[in-house]
């Protein structure tokens, strides 16, 4: 048996030390005179605040925004603005907070897609909602013509129910007519 050894040790030749077959790897031992700094890793800011806005850390994305680290509007390599991502993480305390400071309900992602549809697509009846309170566009479409409605799955009976009623309220309003006038004169 040519590599049979009667030591319960194992040799890494790459690094040439010898590591027990029984605890596994055995770290470098490190110089305790050594000035070398540890390596960090820094990250462009809109990585950190799409990290952010992911984990829902109201306290850093206010921090981001104040410090004007970040803007809102901006299109991330996700092909999303911050708030399409406080969208599909479904924390409306954080859509709130980024609406606080100027994020637009109506922006498009790279396909067309509104912080609404995302709502809407995902199930999120909630958010959908609030951002129907500020008067987003339900008529808004995509670049495959969907508008949110169209994304709406059927099991989700909150959304259902409220789309169902923005579409019996807006069928109540008089519609203007140059004959009659906007009051029906």
Known sequence: ????????????T??????PKDYGPVPCPRSKL???PARSVHFPNDIVFQDHIRQGDLEQIGRFIRARKVHLNTIY???????????LSGNLECV?????YG?????????????????CSDGFPHIARYLLSLGAN????????EKPADLIDPECKELVRLFK????????KPQYSKERGANGD
């Open 1 to 12: 048996m040519k590599y049979y050894s009667p030591c319960a040790v194992a040799q890494n």
């Open 14 to 19: 790459q690094f040439n030390r010898y590591i």
């Open 34 to 36: 050594s000035l070398k």
């Open 77 to 87: 390599l996700s092909g999303m603005a911050a708030i399409h991502e406080a969208v």
């Open 96 to 100: 709130k907070l980024l609406v606080k």
């Open 103 to 119: 994020a637009d309900i109506n922006q498009r992602d790279e396909e067309g897609w509104t912080p609404l549809h995302m709502a």
């Open 138 to 145: 339900v008529d808004a479409e995509n670049e495959c013509g």
């Open 165 to 172: 009623s923005l579409n019996s309220k807006h069928r109540e």
